[in-house]
């Protein structure tokens, strides 16, 4: 473990952060207790920024599970410098879900008339 960080309902514990140089990014995975049900993608963005010392990134969380039979909330997020960057790399939905950009599900796709 990489390190515990306190918060007000329960802790954040880093199982793996690491660069990868190649992508251009950290990946941060981690458990946040005691939050299934009650943290937003919004609100873990600003508590993995503040409590990492992140500030200033753009932060994408790629997924958040809740374990089975507790609390807890498995997470895995990707840490950029630049946004464009993202963008370039991740599918359009998983950026319209921080975002709330809207997104054309037909683009791309020939339709027949």
């Given at each position: 473990m990489?390190g ?5 309902d ?19 995975e ?20 503040e ?23 498995r ?7 630049d ?31």
């Amino acid at each position: 473990m990489d390190g515990i960080i306190m918060m007000m309902d329960g802790q954040i514990i880093v199982e793996r952060e690491e660069h990868n140089p190649l992508l251009n990014r950290v990946e941060l995975e981690c458990v946040i207790k005691a939050v299934n049900g009650r943290l937003k993608r919004q609100d873990a963005v600003k508590l993995i920024a503040e409590s990492r010392g992140y500030t200033g990134r753009f932060i994408v969380p790629i997924h958040m599970m809740g374990e089975k039979g507790r609390s807890n909330l498995r997470c895995l997020f990707y840490i950029y410098d630049d946004e464009k960057v993202a963008r370039s790399q991740l599918p359009r939905y998983i950026i319209a879900r921080l975002t709330g950009e809207k997104i054309d599900k037909g683009k791309g796709k020939d339709k027949k008339e």
